[in-house]
């Protein structure tokens, strides 16, 4: 069995909560979804069971929600032009 491909999200500012990175990464449509995934118990980050709605993300973590799996990566940062 193949795993399914990662996808990368850029994230402007670090920590991100998962309950927001869910959010942002697609994998919940809103913030009550995101609740009930991790209360649901649905949700992994680095391959490890997460139940903290709260929990911190930093650059390269791994979040999976069933068959769908995206990646923290640092949000280039935008050119000056001043």
Excluded at 20 to 34: I, N, T, V, W
């Amino acid at each position: 069995m193949t795993r399914p491909p990662i996808q990368d999200v850029p994230v402007a500012e670090y920590p991100i909560r998962l309950g927001q990175f869910l959010k942002l990464a697609g994998l919940a449509d809103h913030g009550a979804h995101a609740r009930e995934l991790v209360e649901a118990e649905e949700v992994q980050v680095n391959g490890r069971l997460e139940t903290r709605r709260g929990a911190q993300l930093r650059a390269g973590d791994v979040v999976a929600v069933g068959g769908h799996r995206a990646r923290v990566v640092a949000h280039p940062p935008t050119a000056d032009t001043t």
